[in-house]
C-alpha cells in the first residue's frame, strides 16, 4: 500500500537561509507523482511544486525545488532563502496512479516550519 | 476566482445531529473529493467523486454520506454527529484525464467542525 512518511514534525530555520523538508514513500507503482503543500494558519492548502515519477530533472517553482532521489523513494522539499512567511505546515503527498479514475493523494503527517528572523 | 468554496468555515454541533458541508467549484472539474485533517495524520480521504452522478469511498468513509448531482457541487453529510468526526475538512478538484493532466489539486479553506 502507499505510504508517505515525513519524519520532522517541527523545524526551525534562520530567515534567508535554506532549509531541507524530509518526505520518503513507498508504493510498488511505477507511475507516480509527489507534491507537496503548505498549510499557513489561517488553514488553506497550498500547492507548491510537483514531480512526476517518470520526470527526469528535479522540479523547481521559484524558492521552492523538490530533490527526488527515487532509488531511495525520496522527495525532500528545499526552500531556499527562506523568508518569514514560509512559517506553516508543509504536507508531502502521493498520487496513485494505476488509474486515473482513483486518483487518491495519499498525504504525510506534516512538518511545521518556524523561520526565525 | 473563485475556485473552490467551502461553507461553513466553522461550525459546533451536538452529539447525533446532523449537517451539510457544502463544496462548490468553478473550474469545471470532474473529480471533487473530501478530506478530513486531523492532529498528526495529516489529510485522510472521506469520499470523492469522479463525475456528476459517480461516487466513491475513501480511506475514512464511515459515517459520512456525499452525492453529485452537479458538476460544480459536492456536498458531505453527517447523518448523525459524533465527537470522533471533530476535525477540520477540506474539499477539493482537480481535473481528470489521463496520469498528466490534473496534476494541480485546488483546496478549499477547510471547514473546522466540532462535535460536542
Known amino acids: 500500500a502507499q505510504k508517505i512518511t515525513q519524519t520532522q514534525p517541527g523545524m526551525f530555520v534562520q530567515e534567508k537561509e535554506a532549509v531541507t523538508l524530509d518526505c520518503t514513500y513507498d508504493?510498488?507503482?511505477?507511475?507516480?507523482?509527489l507534491f507537496w503543500y503548505k498549510q499557513p494558519s489561517s488553514g488553506e492548502m497550498i500547492f507548491l511544486i510537483y514531480?512526476?515519477?517518470?520526470?527526469?530533472q528535479n522540479a523547481t517553482e521559484g524558492r521552492y525545488s523538490l530533490n527526488f532521489q527515487k532509488a531511495r523513494k525520496s522527495a525532500n522539499l528545499v526552500i531556499s532563502a527562506s523568508q518569514l512567511g514560509d512559517s506553516a505546515m508543509y504536507f508531502c503527498?502521493?498520487?496513485?496512479?494505476?488509474?486515473?479514475?482513483?486518483?487518491?493523494?495519499?498525504f504525510g503527517s506534516g512538518t511545521r516550519l518556524l523561520v526565525r528572523p | 476566482n473563485a475556485g473552490v468554496t467551502q461553507t461553513p468555515k466553522f461550525q459546533v454541533l451536538k452529539t447525533g445531529q446532523s449537517m451539510t458541508l457544502q463544496c462548490a467549484q468553478d473550474m469545471n472539474h470532474e473529480y471533487m473529493s473530501w478530506y478530513r485533517q486531523d492532529p498528526g495524520m495529516g489529510l485522510r480521504l472521506i469520499h470523492y467523486s469522479v463525475g456528476a452522478g459517480i461516487t466513491d469511498q475513501g480511506e475514512v468513509p464511515n459515517g459520512y454520506n456525499v452525492s453529485r448531482s452537479t458538476t460544480e457541487d459536492f456536498p458531505l453529510r453527517l447523518l448523525s454527529a459524533a465527537p470522533s468526526q471533530t476535525s477540520v475538512y477540506f474539499c477539493?478538484?482537480?481535473?481528470?484525464?489521463?496520469?498528466?493532466?490534473?496534476?494541480?489539486?485546488?483546496f478549499g479553506e477547510g471547514s473546522w467542525l466540532t462535535v460536542v
Open positions: 477539493a478538484s482537480r481535473q481528470t484525464g489521463g496520469r498528466y493532466v490534473g496534476n494541480t489539486i485546488y
Open positions: 514531480q512526476g515519477s517518470y520526470d527526469q
Open positions: 503527498a502521493m498520487r496513485e496512479a494505476w488509474m486515473d479514475s482513483s486518483y487518491k493523494l495519499i
Open positions: 508504493t510498488s507503482d511505477p507511475s507516480y507523482g
